[in-house]
C-alpha cells in the first residue's frame, strides 16, 4: 500500500464512512498487520491518529492489536534508529501525544513482560544517552501513570528491579553513561521530596556494589542535592523528614548545608537554622551528638556571606545558643569580634556590660583560645573601672597580667577616634587607682602602643596628674607619674609631658618644681630627667632658669 493511497483512503474513510463502515476499515487495517509494519513512519502515524480517533469503537481484543501494533512499530524503530535519534524522538513524540489525547497510556503498553525485555536489550549493548533517556522516560511515565508507590521502587519489587537491572547494565559498559542514566533517573521524578530521596537510597544501594561504587554514589549525592535547589519548602521538608526517619544523618546535614548555601538574605537563613535545630538537634539526640557542630558552623559561616541589616543580632543569637548548649565553634574569635564591633569603646551600658563577660568566658574559660582584639581591650577597661581599692587594684592588674602574658593588648583594631576614646576611659581608671610608679609600669605594660597612641597615653596622663596636683594643692602625685615616665616614655612621649608643663603658670611651676627636687633628693637620674622635660620645649623657657635655680639651693 502506498502512503498516498492510505492517506486518500483514511481521507476519504473519515469524511464520508458511517460508524458501522469504520469499523469494518479499522479491521481490515488491523489484519494486515505485516504489511503495517513496513509503510512509512508518516504514513503509520496518519493511521495510528485515524484509529486512535475511532478507538471507542474498538472490541478489546481490537484495542489490544492496535496496542501491541503501535508497541511494534515503536520498538522496531528505536532499534533501527541509533544513528537517527531526531527521526525516533519526533515519531515517539508525535505518537505518544495522539495516544495521550485519546486515554491510551503507550508506556504501560512498554512495560509489559514481552514488550519491555525488547525495549532494555538496547542498553546491554554501549547504549547513547539518548536512548538511555528514552527509556528512563519510558519507565518514569509508568510509574508516574500507574501511581506506582516508593515500596514497589524497592530492589526485590518488580519496578524496582527494572531500575536496578538497567542501572547495573550500563554502569557495566560505561561510568559516563551509568552517571547519565542515574541523572535521568533522579530527573524524572522533579522535585517530589518522597519520590527522590527514596529513588536515591535505592540507587545508592546499587552503586556501592559497583567497582568505584564510592565515588559513583558521591557524584550521584551531589546530583540529588542540586535537584533539590529548585524543590519547594514542603519538598525540603518531606526530604528532611525521610533522612531523619532512615538515620541517614549524613544526607540530612548535606541538604541542610546545601540548602544554606543558597540563602540570599539573612532571615530566609534564619527560618532554615532555627527549623533544623528545632526540627532536628533539638529533638534527635543521636544527630545532635555527631552533627550539632557542623549545622552550627555551616551557619555562622554562611553568615560570614551575608553583610546585611540585622547581621549583628544573628550573630549574637548564634553566640547565645553556642554558649548555652557548650558548644566549641570554629573561628569564635571572629564571630564574638564581629559582636563586639558595635560595642563602643567606653564605659559600657548595662546590656554591654553583660555581653562582654560572656564573651569573655566562652572564648577563654570554655573554649580555651586566646582572647584579643576588643574583646580584649573591653576586657581590660571593665576591670580597671571596676576594682574599687588599691589591694583589688594589684588583685586584678595580676590577674591581667597573667592573660596577656604570651603578649600584649594592642590598638590596631580600633578606628583613631575609638583609639581617644579607649585610652580616655582607662586613663580615668589608672590615674585613679594605681598608687604607685610600679603599678602605672604594670598596667601601661599590658598595651603595645604606636608612638602617636603612647604620646596621647603619656600626655593626658600628665595633665590628669597636673590638674590633681592643682586641685589638692600637692604635687607629689605628680611625682609618681614623673618616676613612671622617666622609666618607660619615649623622646615623643617626653615631648608632649613638656607641652603640659609649660601651661603652667609660673606659680603652679615653682611649687611643682619645689616638690620634684624635694621628692627626688636622693635620685639624680629622675631629676636629670625632669631638667630634660623642661628643656625640650620650642625656644627658650623661662622654667630652664627656675630649674637651674633650684639645683643651686
Known amino acids: 500500500m502506498a502512503q498516498e493511497r492510505i492517506e486518500r483512503a483514511l481521507a ?17 487495517v488491523l489484519s494486515e498487520k505485516e504489511q503495517l509494519s513496513g509503510i512509512p513512519a508518516g504514513s503509520f502515524l496518519y493511521l495510528a491518529a485515524y484509529i486512535l480517533k475511532h478507538i471507542h469503537k474498538l472490541t478489546a481484543e481490537e484495542r489490544e492489536t ?35 489525547d485519546a486515554g491510551l497510556n503507550l508506556s504501560a503498553e512498554f512495560m509489559k513482560t514481552e514488550n519491555a525485555s525488547r525495549l532494555f536489550s538496547v542498553l546491554q549493548q554501549d547504549a547513547s544517552q539518548w536512548e538511555i533517556a528514552f527509556i528512563v522516560k519510558v519507565i518514569s511515565e509508568y510509574v508516574i501513570a500507574k501511581r506506582i508507590t516508593v515500596e514497589e521502587l524497592l530492589p526485590g519489587q518488580t519496578v524496582g528491579d527494572i531500575y536496578c537491572g538497567i542501572v547495573r547494565s ?56 542540586q535537584k533539590m535547589s529548585g524543590a ?38 534564619e527560618r532554615i537554622w532555627e527549623n533544623h535545630v528545632c526540627g532536628f538537634l533539638q529533638k534527635n ?60 569603646m567606653r564605659s559600657p551600658d548595662k546590656t554591654e556590660r553583660n555581653l562582654i563577660p560572656l564573651a569573655f568566658d566562652y572564648t577563654y574559660n570554655f573554649c580555651k583560645e586566646t582572647v584579643s582584639g576588643r574583646l580584649l581591650l573591653l576586657t581590660i577597661g571593665m576591670i580597671l573601672e571596676k576594682t574599687s581599692d588599691s589591694s583589688q587594684f594589684r588583685e586584678k592588674l595580676f590577674q591581667l597580667k597573667q592573660l596577656i602574658k604570651d603578649g600584649r593588648a594592642t590598638l590596631v583594631c580600633l578606628e583613631s577616634n575609638e583609639k581617644k576614646d579607649y585610652l580616655d576611659w582607662i586613663l580615668a581608671s589608672i590615674c585613679e587607682k594605681c598608687g604607685t610608679d610600679k603599678e602605672l609600669e604594670d598596667v601601661f605594660g599590658l598595651f603595645q602602643l604606636s608612638p602617636k597612641e603612647e604620646s596621647y597615653f603619656f600626655s593626658k596622663g600628665a595633665k590628669w596628674y597636673l590638674k590633681r596636683g592643682k ?37 603652679k611651676w615653682e611649687l611643682l618644681a619645689e616638690t620634684v627636687y624635694n621628692y627626688f633628693a636622693r635620685e639624680q637620674d629622675i631629676l636629670d630627667f625632669w631638667e630634660e622635660l623642661n628643656e625640650d620645649t620650642e625656644g627658650v623657657s623661662v622654667l630652664n632658669h627656675f630649674s637651674r635655680w633650684f639645683r643651686k639651693k
Open 66 to 100: 492496535f496496542s501491541n501494533l503501535l508497541v511494534e512499530r515503536t520498538l522496531a524503530l528505536f532499534s533501527l534508529s541509533r544513528t537517527n535519534e531526531k527521526g525516533f524522538v519526533k515519531f515517539y513524540q508525535y505518537l505518544e501525544r495522539l495516544c495521550r
Open 12 to 28: 476519504f474513510a473519515d469524511k464520508f464512512a458511517k460508524d458501522r463502515t469504520v469499523g469494518k476499515i479499522i479491521q481490515r
Open 170 to 225: 550500563v554502569y557495566s559498559n560505561s561510568e559516563k553513561n551509568g552517571f547519565y542514566l542515574v541523572t535521568k533517573i533522579l530527573d524524572s521524578f522533579g522535585t517530589s521530596g518522597e519520590y527522590l530521596v527514596n529513588m536515591a537510597l535505592n540507587i545508592e544501594g546499587i552503586l556501592l556494589d559497583l567497582p568505584n561504587g564510592e565515588k559513583a554514589s558521591h557524584a550521584m549525592w551531589q546530583y540529588f542535592l
Open 232 to 269: 519547594s519548602s514542603g519538598d525540603y521538608k518531606e526530604a528532611y523528614s525521610l533522612f531523619e526517619r532512615y538515620e541517614r544523618f549524613e544526607q540530612l546535614f548535606l541538604l541542610y548545608s546545601a540548602e544554606l548555601k543558597q540563602c540570599g538574605s539573612i532571615a530566609e537563613c
Open 471 to 507: 586641685t589638692e594643692k600637692d604635687y607629689s602625685v605628680f611625682c609618681m607619674f614623673l618616676a613612671f615616665a622617666a622609666n618607660c616614655s619615649s623622646p615623643g612621649s617626653q615631648r608632649e609631658i613638656g607641652k603640659e608643663l609649660r601651661k603652667l603658670g609660673k606659680q
Open 285 to 344: 539526640r543521636s544527630y545532635a551528638e555527631n552533627y550539632e557542630e557542623r549545622v552550627l558552623n555551616t551557619y555562622f559561616l554562611k553568615l560570614q556571606e551575608l553583610e546585611d541589616e540585622g547581621i549583628n543580632e544573628q550573630y549574637r543569637r548564634l553566640f547565645d545558643f553556642i554558649r548555652k548548649h557548650h558548644i566549641k565553634l570554629e573561628g569564635v574569635s571572629f564571630l564574638v569580634e564581629r559582636m563586639m564591633e558595635n560595642i563602643p
